[in-house]
Structure formats: C-alpha cells, structure tokens
C-alpha cells in the first residue's frame, strides 16, 4: 500500500508539471490542489531565485552593492505590486470565464490585461530612469551609495515592462488553470539569469564584466526571455488562451472591469510594499549601512520561502474562481480550507528552519560579522510568525481569486500603516529595543493580518461578487 502511495503520488507530480488542462470544478479537491499549487510552488520558487542569486553574487562586492541591491528591490516592490494587482484582476476575471466555458472571452480579457499592462510599465520606466537618484537618496542611500548604484537603479526601472509582463501572463495562464506553463516561463528566466549574472558581473577570461550593473542586466534578459515564452504560447498555443490580433481592439466593458478589480488589488499590495519601503528606511535610520545589509539578506530569504507558500494561495484563487464561475460555492470554499492547512503546515515548517538555522543561512550570503549578527536576528525575529503568514497569504488570495479585492485591501492598510509602521517607529525609536522593534513589529502585524482575513472569510461575502 505504500508502495502504491508513493507511485501515485509521482504520478500525481509528473501530471502537474506536464502541463495538462484539467477541470477544476469537478474531481477530488486535493488532487486539483496539487495539480495547480505544484508548479506554482516551483514557478513563485524560482521567481525567489532572482533575488537570490542576486544577493549571492552581488554580496561579493561589499556593503554598499548589498544595500544598493536592497534600496532598489525595495523601491521595485511598487512595480511588482502593480504587475500582481493586474495579474489578480486577470486570473479573476479569467478564472470565472472559464468556470462558465467560456473561453473566447477568456482569451480577449487577456488580451485587455496585456494592453492596460503596457500604459503602465511605459510610465513607471521614465520616472524610474529619470529620477534613479533622488530615489536612493529617498530610501536613506549616502553619496557613496548612489554613486555606485544609480547605474543599477536605472536599468532595473527602466526594464519595468518584463517585471510587469512576466507576472501578469503568468497570472493569465494560473487563470486559465495551466500553472505548468507559468512555472516553465519562470524555469527560463531563473536558468538564464544564473548563468548570466556571475559572467556579466565579474566577466570572463580577459573582459571585467560590467560589475554592479552586470547583475541588473542578467535579470532583465533573463525575465525578457521568460516573457518571450509566454507570449509565443499564448499566440501560438493549443491551450484554452489562444490570443488573436482582434482580441486587442480596445473592449471598454472589460477593461472597466479589469480596472476595477486590479486599482484595489495594487493598491493592496503598494500598501503592504510600501510598508516594506518605509521599514527598510527605518532600518538604515537607525542601523546604517550594515544593518541595511543584514536586513535585506534576512527578507530575501524571507521572500524565498514565502514566495512558494503564495504558490498554495495562487492555486487557492484559481480554484474558487473557476468554481464560483461553474456555480460551486461549496466545492470553493472547501478548496481554500484545505489549501489553508497545507499552507500552514509547510509554513511552520519554515518558521522552525529559520529559527534554528539563521546563523548558516546568513552566512552563506556574506562574511561581514556584523551583517550576519543583524541578518541573524533579523531572519530569526520575523521568521518566528511564519505560520500566520501562511494562512494570511491564502485567505488574502481566496478573496481576490473570487473578485472581492477591495476586503483584503483594507486589511492590508490597517494591518501594515495603522500597526506594523508606527509599532515599528516607536519600538525602535521610543523603547530599548532598537533595531529588534522594526523586526519584531512584522509577526505582530501578520499574525493581526491573519486573524483578520480568517474571520471575514468565513463571513462569506465573497460567495457574492460578480465579475
């Protein structure tokens, strides 16, 4: 019998990073959950890699290229917001058209989303090129630090539209319900930037390289070629998203739609990265260049590790989407308990790796014994509240797969601006805990976070949007 369990359960692996479309809204419930939440754990996974790898490579350079990489991701966060608020909107509005078998007016919302997506990464591009500097120097950089990291700054803005694309078309295929797809896109990017970054940050043979910069340049072809991708499949595939050249003559129904639903989504998320800008302002205020350092090497690996537990809570959206699409509201709402649970057992999971290994994990980033003792205690104190996070994540993303963005919006705001902000400010500012306050105000807000979203879920409001 075991034997027989471990084979399906490969079985069951190799389906899911087949790439097969499935019908979500019939069948065992935990099978379509890891059907769907596999590869988005292995596609949000590598899309952690980026920074990673960054950080590994980068470290190499000192202080000032480690903060310079976390003032910009930092600052990127805002453009990673909207490409999620827009990929929201799409899996939602996509979803439920393929809930309801329609997959002609799947494929123009698609369409719809890809154009909105482009206005958006052309304005963010210029402001982000044009004012790299004042940027930095908003975040708490000292000269030293702009004069080595402006160039990077620049090119991360200024590649905006791969940020954007790569999240949305993958946000477009997990609607559609091929999650393989998005993970493969993400495979290319990942792979590409790996080889890539050592090679054009250090150079080869008699070349240099192009330092700092190098790495900018390896993520924005890597990403670029993981949009090339996904767009070849969504014009050239077979799958339920086959885009036409009509598909983009400008639909104003869908687009007030789209709009509606991604303004609150990104707003959601720039509420909640904006706290993270703030918070990393708040550190280099009160701990200067090497606790800026120690910190970003600690939310990086945080990052990686939540990154795959959003995978869980992408499939979570997928599943009530499609499901309230096919009129299943009971088969929805079990969708997202389950993943709930398997969220929060792999989350505590994490919290004990964090707590008890935070010394090997920051060390491998840096030699700097003062950015470890602050990446340590860093890592540890805002590890130490994973598990809420989990089931935060999957409630959040259950609401907006249904279409309810503007709920977790508001949960959002009064979680990270009317608590983690000014709990951090004070502790850090007004009581002896110095830098540990900033750390420990995040478990405080996420565990609220949770307990907030849980509760107005189980309220049921959602099984009421239409999209």
């Known amino acids: 019998m075991v034997a027989t369990k471990i084979i399906k ?4 692996i190799k389906e899911a990073l087949r790439g097969d479309e499935h019908d979500y809204t019939q069948g065992n419930i935990r099978t379509a959950i890891f059907l769907l939440a596999i590869p988005m754990i292995l596609e949000l996974s590598l899309e952690s890699v980026f920074a990673l790898v960054d950080m590994f490579f980068v470290g190499k350079l000192g202080q000032n ?40 007016d799947a494929s123009t919302s698609a369409a719809q989303a890809l154009m909105i997506s482009g206005v958006f990464s052309v304005v963010l591009s210029v402001v982000g090129v044009i004012y790299s500097d004042e940027l930095l120097r908003f975040m708490g950089a000292s000269d030293d630090v702009i ?12 590649s905006s ?38 090679l054009f940050i250090y150079g080869l043979y008699g070349w240099e390289g192009w330092g700092l910069e190098g790495a900018a340049i390896a993520t924005c072809v890597g990403r670029g070629a993981g949009v090339a991708y996904q767009v070849f499949h969504m014009v050239k595939g077979s799958g339920i998203i086959k885009i036409k050249l009509s598909d983009f003559t ?93 969220n929060a057992i792999f989350m505590s999971m994490v919290m004990a790796i964090f707590i008890f290994l935070s010394q090997p994990i920051v060390s491998f980033f840096t030699n700097d014994a003062e950015v470890i003792r602050i990446g ?13 996070y989990g089931i935060g994540m999957v409630m959040m993303q259950a609401m907006n797969g249904a279409g309810d963005t503007k709920t977790p919006t508001v949960i959002n705001f009064v979680g990270f601006w009317l608590v983690q902000i000014p709990l951090a400010y004070f502790l850090t500012q007004y009581s002896g805990f110095g830098l540990e306050g900033a750390f420990w105000a995040v478990p405080i807000a996420e565990t609220l976070i949770a307990v907030v979203a849980y509760y107005i879920f189980k309220q049921g409001r959602w099984k009421t949007i239409k999209v």
């Open 147 to 158: 004069a080595e990291g402006k160039s990077f700054t620049r090119i991360m803005f200024g």
């Open 250 to 342: 400008p639909d104003w129904k869908i687009i007030k739609s789209m709009l509606q639903l991604a303004w609150p989504a990104t707003f959601q998320f720039v509420i909640a990265s904006g706290s993270w800008i703030v918070l990393t302002r708040l550190v280099a205020d009160t701990g200067g260049t090497a606790a800026s350092a120690g910190y970003q090497i600690a939310i990086r690996n945080v990052v990686f590790f939540i990154l795959p537990a959003w995978g869980l809570s992408n499939a979570a959206a997928t599943l009530i989407g499609q499901n309230l699409g096919a009129n299943q509201v009971d088969r929805a709402e079990k969708s997202v308990m389950l993943a709930t649970k398997y």
């Open 376 to 388: 340590v205690q860093a890592l540890q104190i805002i590890g130490s509240g994973f598990i809420f």
């Open 65 to 104: 290229a480690i903060a310079v990489v976390g003032y910009t991701e930092s600052m990127i966060t805002i453009i990673y917001s909207l490409a999620i608020g827009l990929s929201t909107a799409a899996t939602a509005i996509i979803a439920r058209r393929v809930g309801e078998k329609d997959t002609e």
């Open 161 to 198: 539209a791969v940020i954007v694309y790569i999240f949305l078309i993958n946000g477009i295929f997990r609607g559609a319900g091929n999650a393989a797809l998005a993970m493969k896109s993400l495979w290319i990017a990942s792979i590409i930037n790996i080889v890539l970054d050592p």
């Open 9 to 12: 359960f490969f079985n069951l």
